[in-house]
């Protein structure tokens, strides 16, 4: 009989992403409009978000060259207390320079994707929650589950002008509001992953970050290096203040516009396991992705926000669709013991690795 699909870990990780990405989708429309009533013109509000980026992928990089030294739960936890004090620290501060730096060290995601501190962690326990062929289908649920709730957010981020008319406030000070929210899902995030089962510590060797695996994982950082470049000219907050700027959405329209294309991701990703198990997981993330970029390149010559927002959704429809593959793939080709994270549980045995790497190997023979 195989393993459930859903144990008890990996309810709490789905549950705690989804409200992480709540919060995410919530803060990642908000911000460009947040920053533009601060007073800060379109290239500062590009460096802010540069920041967050750059600080994330520093952060994550870190974090992974050193997390097998640490307990998994404590990790996360830790990375719910940035993320509390990251959403307090926007609510307060209003001058450049301290954004800029709160954005580096905090964990504000200004991309429908999650790119945060918590993803290698999270990952990486989630892949030894099940077996190898099981692995895309966790992740696409995963996902399905954070792009729901993200899209919630990005319908959220339509309250600050009815909220200051009800409370009598400034919008500004409303969209304040958004970032108190932010930090409330970082305490309800730690609820959940302080639930998780505590990592073995006893008698367990150390190991490397990176041994066997650092030649795979050189070759697809580099990729994933290449089209993170890509994608980082069109995250979620670059969007939005595109869209603002471009085509003077309100708050509103951008906030309908998110909520649909996050739907439109999130379900497309459920196919994503149909199409590894038929063609490879290789050939889905592949032929998913180049017809989402041609239709990215064709809503930037679109005349009309009516053929602009076309071509995004149905960009959206498709773009996504790779993850699940992906996450599966680099999970598949790297050795439980050097992910980013160990398991609160006994590693499988070299025989299940070996199935592992056989199960991959068959699927793209």
């Known amino acids: 009989m195989s393993a459930p699909l859903w144990t008890a870990d990996a309810r709490r990780l789905v549950a705690a992403r989804a409200v992480r990405a709540f919060a995410d989708g919530l803060a990642s429309v908000l911000l460009p409009a947040y920053l533009t009533a601060l007073g800060l013109s379109a290239v500062e509000i590009g460096f802010v978000v540069a920041a967050t980026l750059l600080g994330s992928a520093a952060l994550t990089l870190g974090l992974g060259l050193r997390a097998h030294r640490g307990k998994p739960r404590t990790l996360l936890l830790a990375a719910c207390a940035l993320m509390v004090g990251t959403g307090i620290a926007f609510a307060h501060v209003e001058a450049l320079l301290p954004l800029l730096a709160i954005a580096f060290v905090g964990t504000l995601n200004p991309s429908a994707g999650d790119v945060s501190v918590f993803l290698p962690i999270e990952q990486s326990l989630l892949a030894s929650e099940v077996g190898a062929a099981e692995r895309a289908r966790l992740y696409a649920r995963s996902n399905v589950a954070a792009a729901a709730a993200g899209a919630l957010g990005a319908l959220a981020s339509a309250f600050p002008e009815p909220l200051a008319r009800a409370a009598g406030m400034t919008v500004q000070d409303a969209m304040r509001v958004a970032f108190y929210v932010y930090a409330a899902a970082g305490f309800a995030a730690a609820f959940l992953y302080a639930g998780l089962r505590p990592a073995a510590s006893s008698g367990e060797p150390r190991q490397a970050p990176l041994a066997r695996s650092r030649g795979i994982v050189l070759r697809l950082a580099a990729l994933f290096t290449l089209d993170s470049f890509g994608g980082g000219f069109v995250v979620q907050s670059l969007l939005a203040l595109w869209l603002f700027e471009r085509f003077g959405f309100s708050l509103a329209d951008a906030a309908g516009f998110f909520f649909v294309a996050s739907l439109l991701a999130g379900a497309s990703q459920l196919l994503s396991p149909v199409l590894a198990r038929r063609f490879g997981l290789i050939e889905t993330m592949v032929f998913t992705h180049l017809p989402a970029n041609a239709l990215l390149v064709l809503a930037a010559f679109m005349p009309s926000a009516t053929a602009a927002v076309a071509c995004l959704l149905a960009r959206m429809a498709l773009s996504q669709m790779d993850v699940p593959a992906r996450q599966a793939f680099v ?35």
């Open 331 to 365: 999970m598949a080709v790297v050795p439980p013991e050097e992910r980013a994270a160990k398991k609160p549980c006994p590693q499988p045995t070299s025989s299940a690795r070996s199935h592992d790497r056989g199960r991959w190997r068959s699927s793209h023979s």
